[in-house]
């Protein structure tokens, strides 16, 4: 019988059963070992899901800011793509190697896109406001005023 622990690293042992099997090798019966253990799933939701989740509220929440503040929404967008596909990465590389697409894959893949689509839409947004003849833009956390002349010159006053 096994003796030795029952939680290990990223399974938990759940029984263990061993008997003399009806096949039979070389005139003596073989034996059968069952071994049934568990995914140990706290860890894998604690590095993979929640992280997600909370990144992708963060991003979200840049949809609410003010359209003076379009560059950042932008930025941060962006940060929450770089980090998640850095995410992706890490958790890929240490999943077994197979040909067919994991649940955890479509998962990240999923988290992925969605920061991507906020970006869309955002520029398509921002497209579709009227020009004002001035505006005021976030330049480096000032404020300035930005206009466009009769020859298409941008005026920038401080």
Do not use: C
């Amino acid at each position: 019988s096994y003796e030795g622990p029952s939680l290990l690293m990223t399974y938990e042992v759940k029984s263990i059963k061993m008997k003399r099997g009806k096949k039979m090798f070389g005139g003596k019966h073989v034996l059968e070992v069952e071994i049934l253990i568990n995914r140990r799933l706290l860890s894998i939701i604690l590095t993979a899901f929640v992280p997600t989740i909370l990144l992708n509220i963060i991003g979200h929440t840049s949809n609410f800011f003010k359209k003076f503040f379009f560059e950042a929404i932008i930025s941060l967008n962006v940060t929450v793509m770089l980090v998640l596909t850095t995410m992706f990465i890490s958790i890929s590389n240490n999943l077994p190697k197979t040909t067919y697409l994991k649940m955890i894959d479509i998962w990240l893949l999923f988290n992925l896109l969605k920061p991507f689509v906020d970006i869309i839409v955002q520029t398509y947004i921002e497209t579709l406001r009227k020009e004002e003849d001035e505006r005021e833009i976030n330049h480096h956390g000032k404020t300035i005023k930005v206009a466009e002349t009769a020859g298409g010159v941008v005026k920038v006053s401080p």
